[in-house]
């Protein structure tokens, strides 16, 4: 059974940094694409980076330059670190891992940022 679960939220001044995990479980890691998105109150759910192994990560241009997407096949997990975090920043974050039609969401985590 896949399970995907995110880590790392919280509160953070503007201007401050935060790192974001994601575990997953119960698959072959390093055969899925891993897609980080969030989600800000009234609006919908928004593509920020993508991973895949051997492949340099994609990002959106509103995180570009300030989110930084990785990936650890040995543990795993992929990591989102935020720097110069700004107040259009808050929203609640996802992992998403898929390949062909398979497609498996943990649960979020909030990211506030606020001072």
């Known amino acids: 059974q896949v399970r995907i679960v995110e880590s790392g939220g919280g509160l953070v001044q503007p201007g401050g940094s935060l790192r974001l995990s994601c575990a997953a479980s119960g698959m072959i890691f390093s055969n899925y694409v891993m897609d980080w998105y969030r989600q800000a109150p009234g609006k919908q759910r928004e593509f920020i980076a993508s991973t895949f192994e051997g492949r340099s990560p994609n990002y959106a241009d509103s995180v570009k330059g300030r989110f930084t997407a990785s990936r650890d096949n040995a543990k795993n997990t992929v990591y989102l670190q935020m720097n110069s975090l700004k107040p259009e920043d808050t929203a609640v974050y996802y992992c998403?891992?898929?390949?062909?039609?398979?497609?498996?969401w943990g649960q979020g985590t909030q990211v506030t940022v606020s001072s």
């Open positions: 998403n891992a898929w390949r062909n039609s398979e497609d498996y």
